[in-house]
């Protein structure tokens, strides 16, 4: 199977942000998975690939699951957060992933 090509450029912006939690660091721990905030309108090909292509490992499998933004009130006027998108990248056994930013 060949692999689809995206644009790098748009690959770069697929990923937000990290998600560094409780539950994403359990998660991590039990199955070898990383936690990313990503575009709303991101498919899991494209996740992959950004995966893959910025941190330079092999992604096993993503699942996603889209967040609804609570309603909040300020005062008189009710406002919404905005919704997310939250990606669980699996990598493959062997690989990891380094977040923090410190070199070894």
């Known amino acids: 199977m060949s ?7 748009r690959l770069m912006a697929v990923l937000v942000e990290p998600i560094v939690s409780e539950k ?6 039990k199955s070898n ?9 991101a498919t ?3 996740i992959k690939a950004a995966v893959e292509l ?3 490992v092999e992604v096993k ?7 609804k933004g609570k309603t909040k009130r300020f ?8 919704h997310v998108r939250k990606a669980y990248v699996t990598l493959k ?3 990891e992933l380094n977040l923090s930013g410190e070199v070894a």
């Not at 005062?75 to 905005?82: C, F, I, K, L, T």
């Open 54 to 56: 910025m941190f330079k």
């Open 3 to 9: 692999t689809p090509k995206f644009d790098e450029g």
């Open 24 to 29: 994403a660091t359990m998660v991590a721990e």
């Open 75 to 82: 005062g008189r006027s009710v406002g919404r957060r905005d």
């Open 33 to 41: 998975a990383v936690t990313f905030k990503v575009l709303q309108n």
């Open 61 to 67: 499998g993503v699942s996603v699951v889209n967040i």
């Open 93 to 95: 056994d062997g690989q």
């Open 44 to 46: 899991k090909p494209e």
